[in-house]
């Protein structure tokens, strides 16, 4: 079975690939990930995905559709970015893997969100169907998160770059929220920038 893996990035892909040749498929991956951000978290994600592709031991063809989309992306979720994931996010990079698929002999297709136990699989699993029924391809679906774990341990392992937060600009501002309110709050209470003078010049060099 000739099968189209949409692939957010190499360490979500680990497990995904080992489990997938278990059952004899070997995917040939595709990455369209426009809610990257920045344009240096983009490339540190996209890069590394390509030299792992070339591993030996992995050896999967890699299909790249570069697409950084700060602009686009932002426009798509400026009147609901608490839902962003969920309105726009899932579905723009579903539906581009399957049009691909569906226009280049593919037989099926999935995705290594599936491996996350950090998004919403269920909602995920219903945009891939409806997908799969609207351009008549089959949705190849596995529950990839039994090995997330075993996953990100494999690819520290491995070397691969590990990101720390999901990928758009917002996740970015969620995932460090406790340091940002940290920081808000020493500096509106701690902080109190004087101008220098020969009166607090002592104060000053101590």
């Known amino acids: 079975m000739k099968v189209l893996m949409h692939t957010c990035c190499a360490p ?24 990257i951000h920045p344009y240096t978290e983009y490339k540190a994600r996209r890069d590394c995905l390509i030299e792992y592709s070339k591993r030996d031991d992995i050896d999967l063809n890699l299909i790249i559709k570069d697409d950084y989309g700060v602009d686009e992306f932002c426009k798509n979720v400026s009147s609901s970015i608490n839902t962003r994931c969920m ?20 037989d ?7 491996v996350s136990i950090y998004q919403n699989h269920d909602y995920m699993k ?3 169907e409806e997908l799969a029924e609207k351009y008549e391809i089959k949705f190849l679906y596995r529950d990839f998160r039994v090995g997330f774990r ?25 995932r460090y929220s406790k340091q940002i309110k940290k920081d808000k709050d020493y500096f509106d209470n701690e902080l109190i920038l004087v101008r220098p003078s020969i009166e607090n010049k002592e104060q000053v060099m101590n």
């Open 150 to 174: 075993e996953g990100q341990n494999e690819a520290r392992e491995k070397g691969l770059y590990m990101q720390k937060y999901c990928g758009c600009i917002f996740s970015e501002e969620e």
């Open 108 to 114: 099926a297709f999935t995705s290594t969100l599936f």
């Open 87 to 106: 309105d726009y996010c899932y579905r723009v990079r579903f539906e581009e893997t399957v049009k691909f698929a569906k226009e280049n002999g593919y």
């Open 12 to 35: 979500c892909s680990v497990y995904c690939i080992k489990a997938l040749d278990k059952e004899g498929i070997k995917p040939d991956l595709f990455w369209f990930n426009p809610n």
């Open 126 to 128: 219903k945009i891939c």
